[in-house]
């Protein structure tokens, strides 16, 4: 039985949304990153963007590509000029020096079997073609079952002395390592107000790891942040019941300015009756950075159980409310305003219409 669908939304700057030949610099050699308010200058040795992330291209060639398990795929952005084609699965749609407003419709496909899909927007030519989000259709959850979060900390505040310490949920691989708790730090919204962002575990050191085992999760959004001294982690989940279907990919979390609301690496279509292990060792070095101290830093795990087909199957078909949903990085839009230890996920998970 397939799970019901719902859509997941991922911001430009997500770490598992792969951009050729270079992620954030010059337009014109690949793509380079831009938030809707411009930046500020927050004392971090970086300007910090402000409001919503665009990735954009002048670059014949450039490309963009991710892959999910689902069955549908809507992408968001601007086009002034471009010629492009968006590829799934290898079936391929094209457009030719089209002009497209801000937040508009790029491409679409819908009507996929429910598997596992990959998409590839290609630039041709030097009109400019920019990438804000993408919708996606996910499967959660079965008729009957209802939808349970948890939020992981990477670092707990001890209830005795109030002084944080690293949460064992997370182990740091080699056993004599770099990581360490990283100093407080707020985020700057476009209201103006500053969010404080939870305590971050940070490693300064090329080669180090972090590991987790996660079960009864059905998608999983490990959040951090995008900065300049960041780069390609390698990804290895691997199921308990038979470790040679382990998978393997690259995220990168760098960018040329920093957020701190960003989802590193996430998950669906996970069956949630089986555990999984998930690995993510540091193995880039930032851009115009030879000397190699790149910094790997996370601050949150969000698991969500749809609950089991078994259940399902033994309950009835139950109460199959819909609603529309979108998941965004960092904050929650459309929703409210939230930081990704302090949502309500019932009312920002739901059915897809």
Not at 77 to 97: F, I, K, N, P
Not at 184 to 191: D, F, V, Y
Request: glycine share 12%.
């Amino acid at each position: 039985m397939d799970p019901l669908p719902y859509n997941v939304t991922i911001s430009s700057q997500t770490g598992t949304i792969q951009y050729l030949p270079i992620r954030a610099g010059d337009a014109a050699l690949g793509w380079n990153v831009t938030y809707s308010l411009g930046t500020k200058d927050t004392g971090y040795g970086n300007l910090q963007g402000i409001g919503v992330d665009v990735h954009q291209t002048t670059h014949d060639g450039a490309t963009m590509q991710f892959s999910w398990i689902g069955t549908a795929v809507y992408l968001y952005g601007h086009a002034s000029g471009a010629s492009y084609t968006l590829d799934v699965d290898g079936e391929q749609t094209s457009s030719s020096s089209v002009n497209i407003p801000q937040g508009g419709v790029l491409g679409s496909r819908t009507g996929l079997n429910y598997g596992n899909h990959t998409l590839t927007l290609t630039n041709h030519g030097i009109g400019q073609l920019a990438f804000q989000y993408a919708e996606l259709t996910v499967g959660m959850g079965y008729p009957g079952t209802s939808i349970q979060n948890n939020t992981i900390l990477a670092v707990d505040t001890d209830p005795v002395s109030y002084n944080p310490t690293p949460n064992p949920f997370f182990t740091y691989h080699p056993e004599y390592n770099h990581w360490g708790i990283q100093d407080a730090k707020s985020q700057l919204l476009p209201s103006g107000i500053l969010v404080p962002v939870p305590l971050q575990m940070l490693t300064p050191t090329l080669g180090e790891a972090m590991s987790f085992t996660v079960n009864q999760t059905s998608a999983f959004f490990l959040y951090g942040s995008s900065n300049n001294n960041r780069d390609a982690k390698t990804v290895t989940i691997t199921p308990f019941s038979d470790p040679s279907k382990a998978r393997t990919t690259i995220v990168n979390d760098y960018s040329s300015l920093l957020d701190f609301f960003q989802i590193i690496y996430w998950e669906a279509g996970l069956d949630r009756d089986e555990s999984y292990n998930v690995q993510l060792i540091q193995t880039g070095i930032p851009p115009g950075n030879p000397s190699g101290s790149p910094n790997f830093g996370f601050y949150s795990l969000v698991t969500v159980d749809g609950g089991s087909a078994l259940s399902s199957q033994t309950s009835g078909t139950g109460d199959q409310h819909q609603s529309s949903t979108k998941l965004r990085t960092g904050l929650i839009v459309g929703f409210r305003s939230c930081t990704p230890i302090n949502c309500d996920w019932r009312g920002v998970l739901g059915l897809a219409t």
